[in-house]
């Protein structure tokens, strides 16, 4: 069974900076390219950032130099560290995995930043 569970949100300053956990039990875990997504109230789910079963990694233009995604393969493992944090960078976040074009999703992480 495919479990993700996010850990690490909470409530921040701006210009602060917090570090995401996903921990997983993907079977396989090396092999596949792991994201990062957000969600605010309202909005549809974006991709925050990726990372691929080679360590390639993508952003998106609003957190690219700001946040860092990276991966543990041996502890199934998946971080977004992410700093210079703004008040809109608050939503929740998700951790998510496509397997056999199935796609797996975490419980999710509030992430609330402060003017």
């Known amino acids: 069974q495919v479990q993700l569970v996010e850990s690490g949100g909470g409530l921040v300053q701006a210009g602060g900076s917090l570090r995401l956990s996903c921990t997983t039990s993907i079977p396989i875990f090396s092999n596949r390219a792991m994201g990062w997504y957000r969600q605010t109230p309202g909005n549809q789910r974006e991709l925050v950032a990726s990372i691929s079963s080679t360590g390639s990694t993508d952003y998106a233009d609003s957190v690219k130099g700001r946040f860092t995604i990276s991966r543990d393969n041996a502890k199934k493992k998946v971080f977004l560290q992410m700093n210079s944090l703004k008040p809109e960078d608050t939503a929740v976040y998700y951790c998510?995995?496509?397997?056999?074009?199935?796609?797996?999703w975490g419980p999710g992480t509030q992430v609330t930043v402060s003017s």
């Open positions: 998510a995995v496509q397997i056999w074009n199935s796609d797996y």
